[in-house]
């Protein structure tokens, strides 16, 4: 069994920055693909930015030059640098990890998700 936590969520103003954690437990042999998602109210959830086992990234238009995903392969980690928040970057953000457990076995995690809220 695989678990993701999710931490630093919260209530920031316009222009202000958070971090987002997630963290990866469990049956894990190795991690490939780690990415972060975002799904405001009344809104389909959708891709943020993604990271690639190599470290090769890719993001939304919407957030480039603003976000900055990365990871802590020695803490199967994954972090999402926020600045320049934007009022429309109110959303749940939930973090995505794909992963084998062993060998042979391969799937895809969410976390709980974590609420960031940017007030004018």
């Known amino acids: 069994q695989v678990q993701l936590v999710e931490s630093g969520g919260g209530l920031v103003q316009a222009g202000g920055s958070l971090r987002l954690s997630c963290a990866a437990s469990g049956s894990i042999f190795s991690i490939t693909v780690m990415a972060w998602y975002r799904q405001a109210p009344g809104k389909q959830r959708e891709l943020v930015a993604v990271?690639?086992?190599?470290?090769?990234?890719n993001y939304a238009d919407s957030v480039k030059g603003r976000f900055t995903i990365s990871r802590d392969n020695a803490k199967n980690t994954v972090y999402l640098q926020m600045n320049s928040l934007k009022r429309e970057d109110t959303a749940v953000y939930y973090c995505?990890?794909?992963?084998?457990?062993?060998?042979?076995?391969?799937?895809?995690?969410w976390g709980q998700g974590t609420q960031v809220t940017v007030s004018s």
């Open positions: 995505n990890v794909a992963l084998y457990e062993n060998a042979y076995a391969r799937g895809a995690y």
């Open positions: 990271i690639s086992s190599g470290g090769s990234t």
